[in-house]
């Protein structure tokens, strides 16, 4: 089952302000001035969007043209039933007349519907000393410096990579057994690690923070004729191949409005007092500044380590550690669809699986249609992650298949033991890899059977593979998790999960294994005034849609207490 929204409810003619309280749908007068949300509108999936009117009105009980304005707010697919499978639709609508009546024979849920429209606070009258600095080009530094800069704050972004169309050619090159380039690659450069991370834009969260930054970047070509919309679709998808335009698009606005960004500008240390900060010091000399956002991603190891001899307040954090597991996209596609005839319709299918036990296991980062790539910062380090292009069309499908890390499993009680846990299997993987970057990798089944795996087993991952034991670049826990979590998941699947899988790893870097503390309210370090830590790198957050919104928090935050800049 995938996304399902909303559940049936008995219907009646009761008050509006029952309706709202109760979620009873209703039928009764209508005040023209209040919105109205229908929730779990099911259709078969031939059903075209332009035919959505006629089944609004109809679920509403009145003609179409009695609609005023309406909005698709949520489209997801339900696949349980393969026999029958559904698009579930969440809508706004506006009438234009004052009355409605739901048939008896409607699943939807109809309540009054009000979500305030986005909007940024006036300036505040703070002073700032210099121009805003921003470290880091991913999704919270990029967006963060978006609306700083349109709101006449001139932020100043640092990139320690290379700009996305040069980091494009470097990526490819270490893809085809080139060497490894420290400052440009899946995880450094503009756009940061979410540039080669398949273009989900897949959000827990809801309200107007997060359609404010999907419609950004839907301005930003990241809407494509003929694709589901990514304001409204369930789990919306770019595309590592479309998501480079999105990235230097946003970059190009920043310029735009006065915003500034380095390239190839490395951090080397953060210089403040008990007054607050006082600048950065980089590869390319000083930069002063009164203020300093911490974007700096989950990878910035040396970062990291920096702001630990700085003192910044930071904690040890739980994160997601396991592997890779790969199968063909007719495998995934047969066991989400049953029937192949939906594949030209539907495209090719993703997954989501939990297997519960000691330490839940669970799947993260689907890339259907992708290819599993090397996600590598450092140099003699190896790990895993998945890509996929806009089309899909890659014969395999992969996962991440990862378990929560504990703290007590962090071999160590100083605030950086997790980086150093994921070290540790790193280092290990890179030598299973013979010091070439191949990614170790195993059949499922023989890791749940603990047996060796013979032959070459395929893979979608470009450097070459070598086959090894994967609980030997797995935390015991971690291989505990997939050992048991495994067989689940195949019974799932009525036995097509394990069957020709193959897994590799470790799968490391699905988020950040410390916490930058900042203040709830005024999002600053505690103690020193002046610096944001935002995104993953900073603990807060866990994806493309996630770290972005979170950058976007800290901009209104900023903009609340700080005067805009004159032209300097």
């Given at each position: 089952m995938i996304g399902i929204i909303g559940n049936s409810v008995g219907h009646g003619i009761v008050p509006v302000a029952h309706a709202i309280a109760s979620g009873t749908a209703v039928a009764t007068s209508y005040n023209s001035s209040m919105a109205l949300r229908i929730t779990n509108l099911r259709l078969p999936i031939e059903e075209l969007e332009e035919s959505l009117p006629r089944h609004v009105a109809r679920t509403l009980g009145v003609k179409t043209t009695d609609l005023g304005g309406w909005r698709i707010l949520r489209k997801a697919l339900d696949s349980r039933n393969k026999n029958r499978l559904q698009f579930v639709y969440n809508f706004e609508v506006e009438l234009s007349e004052t009355g409605y009546r739901v048939p008896n024979s409607s699943s939807a849920t109809i309540e009054a519907y009000s979500e305030p429209p986005f909007a940024m606070p006036p300036a505040g009258t703070a002073p700032i000393a210099n121009r805003p600095v921003v470290i880091g080009s991913g999704p919270a530094g990029l967006v963060c410096a978006y609306f700083l800069a349109l709101h006449?704050?001139?932020?100043?972004?640092?990139?320690?990579?290379t700009r996305v169309t040069e980091r494009i050619r470097d990526v490819k090159t270490f893809d085809d057994?080139?060497?490894?380039?420290?400052?440009?690659?899946?995880?450094?450069?503009?756009?940061?690690a979410g540039t080669f991370s398949d273009g989900k834009l897949t959000c827990r969260n809801t309200g107007s923070e997060v359609l404010r930054v999907l419609e950004l970047f839907a301005e930003c070509k990241?809407?494509?004729?003929?694709?589901?919309?990514?304001?409204?679709?369930?789990?919306?998808?770019?595309?590592?191949?479309?998501?480079?335009?999105?990235?230097?698009?946003?970059?190009?606005?920043?310029?735009?409005?006065?915003?500034?960004?380095?390239?190839?500008?490395?951090?080397?240390?953060?210089?403040?007092?008990?007054?607050?900060?006082?600048?950065?010091?980089?590869?390319?000399?000083?930069?002063?500044?009164?203020?300093?956002?911490?974007?700096i991603g989950h990878s910035a190891r040396d970062t990291y380590e920096m702001l630990a001899r700085r003192r910044v307040p930071m904690a040890q954090k739980p994160f997601q550690f396991g592997v890779r597991i790969e199968h063909t996209q007719a495998t995934v596609n047969r066991a989400q669809y049953g029937n192949r005839e939906y594949e030209q319709t539907l495209g090719s299918a993703d997954y989501s699986l939990v297997a519960h036990g000691k330490n839940d296991l669970f799947t993260f980062c689907m890339c259907a249609g992708g290819y599993i790539i090397p996600s590598v910062s450092q140099e003699g380090y190896f790990c895993t992650n998945g890509m996929s292009l806009s089309k899909r069309d890659s014969p395999y499908a992969n996962s991440g298949l990862v378990v929560t890390v504990p703290l007590e499993a962090f071999e160590g009680k100083d605030v950086l033991a997790g980086m150093r846990l994921q070290e540790k299997y790193e280092r290990k993987a890179y030598e299973l890899g013979k010091g070439a970057y191949d990614a170790p990798i195993q059949r499922a089944a023989d890791f749940v059977q603990r047996r060796v795996t013979t032959g070459k087993p395929y893979s979608s991952y470009p450097r070459g593979t070598v086959v090894a034991d994967l609980r030997d670049v797995l935390p015991p826990l971690v291989a505990d998790a997939v050992r048991h979590g495994l067989p689940q998941m195949d019974q799932r699947w009525n036995g097509q999960f394990l069957k020709d899988a193959v897994i590799a790893g470790p799968e490391s870097r699905g988020s950040s294994p410390v916490r930058i503390e900042r203040?709830?309210?005024?999002?600053?370090?505690?103690?020193?005034?002046?610096?944001?830590?935002?995104?993953?790198?900073?603990?807060y957050a866990g994806g493309i849609v996630s770290a972005a919104v979170d950058g976007l928090k800290t901009a209104r935050a900023i903009v609340a207490k700080f005067a805009a800049l004159e032209v300097r």
């Open positions: 006449g704050y001139k932020p100043i972004v640092l990139e320690r990579g057994g080139g060497a490894f380039h420290p400052e440009s690659n899946y995880l450094f450069g503009e756009g940061g990241g809407q494509q004729a003929g694709r589901p919309n990514i304001l409204y679709y369930h789990r919306p998808h770019l595309g590592s191949n479309r998501l480079p335009a999105v990235v230097k698009a946003i970059r190009r606005k920043i310029e735009a409005f006065g915003g500034e960004v380095r390239f190839l500008t490395k951090v080397d240390d953060l210089l403040f007092d008990d007054s607050g900060v006082k600048g950065v010091q980089t590869s390319s000399g000083f930069i002063p500044s009164s203020l300093v956002v911490l974007a203040d709830n309210t005024t999002r600053e370090s505690p103690g020193i005034p002046g610096l944001f830590p935002v995104g993953e790198g900073a603990g």
